[in-house]
C-alpha cells in the first residue's frame, strides 16, 4: 500500500473528513486533497503530524511496514 493509499484509509477508518484532518494540520482542506490525489507531496513534517494524529509509526504510515505499531513517544 503506498503512502497516499494509507494515507486515506487511516482516515477514513478514524471516521475523519479531510476538513478536520486539514484543521488538525493547519492547512486549507484543499491543500490536503491534493496530498491524498498525490498532486502536491506532503512534507516530512506533515507526514509525521498525521502518524502522531493516528498513532502509527513512520513505517506503516509511508507503507512501508504493514505492521501497525504505535506513533513512539518519547
Known sequence: MSYLERMID??????FTQA??????????NTYSDYERGKV????????????LYDVDMNYMLGVSHKKAPFPRM
Open 10 to 15: 487511516l482516515r477514513e477508518t478514524h471516521n
Open 20 to 29: 478536520y484532518v486539514a484543521g488538525y494540520l493547519q492547512i486549507a482542506q
Open 41 to 52: 507531496r506532503p512534507t516530512v513534517n506533515v507526514l509525521i503530524a498525521l502518524a502522531k
